[in-house]
């Protein structure tokens, strides 16, 4: 398990910071199979219907349905792929995208055994397609194939462009972890936090100094008769609120069980952003890189934009360019 803690001077400065972002558009198509049994052993093997043609990210694609399956040794599968259905025949031109097909039940979710995702991939008139297949029996035999027929859900991610940008701004200062666990240590907290079933103690000059959001919050709230503050928090769970308390005393993410770590992560992330706490935002940023490859590079990338995470958002920039360079040689 690696444990991460940072400390910086009390000073501060100012700097230029430089940003690459990646331009991203999503969109989903969701296709209908009527009468399935009629179509089984319509087409023959190899053979496919397509969808109605969508755009995403302007370019056009498409869904085509294989209910023989690919070739013979998927001739047992029902199979899909999407497929690139632009009219440019240079191949040349790649799209770098991400996409996802999903069987869903009537209320429109995706069922988890018969979902697929791929991770970044490039497709051109060369390579237009990337496919996935479920065995035909399970599907048969499950309460998800109603009424003869089913539905499936394709989202697709685009990579659009690539930018750069500078710019010239503050650089977030920390305070010494030997100051702040000095304040942490100190007693007589001013503040009680409600989450959940449970309550923290807090001073306020903590929390309002870490956090704008606290600030407003606590200057909002009358203090009761003994001079304490009470606040309560809604949509956060206990343990994610007692790790953003830790990282206000000690300026460092807390341990953490390595199985828990990268959905705490993504979990303080949102929290960080919901209180524009800057410095955990910048800690979780780190943390998730630990945990980004080609198969999480977009979903991380999406997160990042999400949350206003820059420091994570560059990283995924960067690996998709290792990606893309990669590709083309």
Not at 66 to 88: S, V
Request: proline fraction near 3%; aromatic fraction near 8%.
């Amino acid at each position: 398990m690696a444990v991460r803690s940072s400390s910086t001077g009390a000073s501060s400065s100012s700097g230029c910071a430089s940003t690459i972002s990646a331009e991203t558009e999503t969109g989903y198509h969701v296709l209908t199979i009527e009468g399935y049994s009629q179509t089984k052993g319509l087409l023959g093997v190899g053979n496919s219907v397509k969808s109605g043609t969508f755009t995403v990210g302007g370019h056009t694609w498409c869904i085509r349905y294989y209910p023989d399956g690919f070739d013979d040794e998927t001739a047992d599968w029902i199979c899909f792929d999407l497929f690139l259905d632009d009219k440019d025949d240079d191949p040349n031109n790649i799209v770098k995208m991400k996409h996802s097909f999903s069987l869903i039940d009537k209320a429109g979710d995706a069922v988890p055994p018969y979902t697929s995702s791929s991770g970044v991939c490039s497709l051109s008139r060369t390579t237009p397609s990337w496919g996935y297949h479920w065995l035909t029996p399970e599907l048969e035999s499950s309460p998800h194939l109603e009424d003869d027929g089913f539905r499936i859900r394709c989202d697709v991610t685009v990579i659009k462009a690539i930018r750069a940008k500078t710019t010239h701004t503050p650089l977030l200062v920390e305070k010494k972890l030997d100051v702040a666990h000095q304040v942490m240590m100190k007693p007589g907290g001013d503040v009680v936090v409600e989450v959940g079933d449970m309550q923290f103690t807090a001073h306020r000059s903590m929390l309002a100094d870490q956090s704008p959001v606290f600030r407003e919050m606590l200057s909002l709230q009358a203090a009761d008769h003994a001079g304490v503050v009470h606040l309560r928090i809604d949509n956060m769970e206990a343990k994610v609120f007692e790790a953003l308390l830790h990282f206000v005393y000690a300026g460092a993410m807390p341990e953490m069980d390595e199985d828990d770590e990268m959905e705490m992560a993504r979990l303080l992330l949102a929290a960080a952003d919901r209180y524009d706490m800057q410095g955990l935002k910048m800690a979780c940023g780190d943390m998730l890189q630990d945990y980004m490859n080609e198969s999480t590079v977009v979903d991380m990338l999406v997160l990042a934009d999400k949350h206003g995470c820059h420091g994570l958002h560059e990283a995924c920039v960067k690996l998709l360019v290792e990606i893309s360079e990669r590709d083309f040689e």
